[in-house]
């Protein structure tokens, strides 16, 4: 899934994660992106599965990613830094 569009420095964007699911996936679904991962969440494992599977989907590194809202919530958001 190609979601370079989405890559411009201070681009934020609304997840919706579901931990433990069977496979890692990006579904775009009503002006959000549900993310799918198959880590728990514990220990921040999740969130630092979201961060490397929209990392590659947007074509960026990880370290341009920065969870702004929703650390411990499935609902998050995401801004892409310079």
Do not use: F
Request: with cysteine.
């Amino acid at each position: 899934m190609d979601l370079s569009h989405l890559s411009a420095p201070g681009t934020e964007i609304a997840l919706r994660v579901t931990p433990k699911s069977s496979r890692d996936r990006i579904v775009p679904e009503d002006g959000l992106l549900r993310i799918y991962v198959t880590c728990v969440p514990e220990d921040g494992k999740a969130n630092a599965a979201v961060l490397k599977l929209l990392a590659r989907a947007l074509g960026v590194p990880k370290s341009r990613l920065a969870i702004i809202r929703g650390q411990t919530a499935r609902d998050k958001l995401i801004r892409v830094l310079d």
